[in-house]
């Protein structure tokens, strides 16, 4: 069952987030203009401080999955939450953004294919958010791109032992969840840039890939 982050663990994220924020200070593409029901909904949250939007890796992943979708319309949305230092409230407040938004397609856009995505704190509300939707959403969600996510022992021991928000049963085989080796954050390394090397690495065009076969066999 997802649980909240620990309060020591979510720290640490905010650490990386001011990194990211001092290392990419790249302007965001706009996102995707507005339509009554596109043929897939990409629903990202950004990682922590980055500025409102779905961030650098949400744009980047979005930009590469409508490449791999021709002759398909693509919708890209944030989730609107702080993405603040004050993880307890934010990531809750993401979370139940989250569900509202992937609500309001699954009841209004029968047709639509659903891809959620989020990086570091936005994996983790990617990941309760889907925990707490009703399991007969789970069939419209075509895919699900998760970067960075806090899962490390690392992360465990500075939230006390306290358990991290972990994919639900229900989303795992349509999950690509991302870990570059060394982040401290998702794996037992000690690199804090990897943490904010998602885009340069390569993997949001991976992650695209997958979710493109992922929206293929939906």
Request: glycine share 10%; hydrophobic share 45%; proline share 6%.
């Amino acid at each position: 069952m997802c649980q909240h982050f620990g309060v020591n663990s979510l720290r640490v994220l905010g650490l990386l987030g001011a990194v990211v924020a001092g290392l990419w200070s790249l302007p965001l593409a706009a996102e995707a203009g507005a339509q009554p029901c596109p043929d897939v909904q990409v629903l990202f949250a950004r990682g922590t401080n980055e500025p409102p939007g779905v961030g650098i890796v949400g744009q980047s992943f979005a930009d590469a999955l409508s490449t791999k979708v021709s002759g398909r319309s693509v919708t890209v949305s944030a989730v609107d939450y702080p993405a603040s230092d004050n993880y307890l409230s934010s990531a809750a407040n993401g979370s139940d953004d989250a569900q509202a938004q992937i609500q309001n397609v699954v009841a209004n856009c029968p047709s639509t294919k659903l891809v959620l995505g989020g990086y570091s704190q936005g994996a983790a509300v990617t990941d309760m958010a889907a925990a707490a939707l009703p399991a007969q959403v789970a069939d419209r969600v075509a895919a699900v791109a998760l970067f960075g996510t806090p899962a490390s022992g690392f992360s465990s021991m500075l939230a006390g032992g306290t358990p991290l928000p972990t994919t639900s049963p229900a989303y795992a085989a349509k999950t690509i969840d991302l870990c570059i080796d060394g982040d401290p954050i998702c794996s037992a390394g000690a690199n804090m840039i990897a943490h904010v090397s998602y885009v340069q690495s390569g993997m949001t065009d991976q992650a695209a890939s997958f979710a493109a076969a992922k929206i293929d066999q939906h």
